[in-house]
């Protein structure tokens, strides 16, 4: 299992930056994938941004330029650095773990998300 907690939200002015952070309870280099969702309001969950454990990075198109993920292994802990923050940004940030068993089952674990308001 992992858990995750998830800090950093909070209200911001067009734009502007916000750093998320993502603490996990295990290593994080053992975890195969970890990433950022969003979820606003009658909205789908989106992917933002991901890591693998090898270091391997994604991000969407619609964030690309604006949003970078980053870790640090020491403190098993992820980043998502967000830029030229827009209203449209604003939703709740969901960290996501993706692990895999001995036998190739896939596991997700999601933290209790952090709001972000972009607003004047």
């Known amino acids: 299992q992992v858990q995750l907690v998830e800090s950093g939200g909070g209200l911001v002015q067009p734009g502007g930056s916000l750093r998320l952070s993502c603490a996990a309870s295990?290593?994080?280099?053992?975890?195969?994938?970890m990433g950022w969702y969003r979820q606003a309001p009658g909205a789908q969950r989106d992917m933002v941004a991901s890591i693998s454990a090898g270091g391997r990075t994604n991000v969407p198109d619609s964030v690309k330029g604006r949003f970078t993920i980053s870790r640090d292994s020491a403190k098993n802990t992820i980043y998502l650095q967000m830029n030229s923050l827009k209203p449209e940004d604003t939703a709740v940030y969901y960290c996501?773990?993706?692990?895999?068993?001995?036998?190739?089952?896939?596991?997700?674990?999601w933290g209790q998300g952090t709001q972000v308001t972009v607003s004047s």
């Open positions: 295990r290593s994080i280099l053992s975890i195969y994938k």
């Open positions: 996501n773990a993706e692990t895999l068993s001995g036998l190739g089952q896939r596991y997700n674990y």
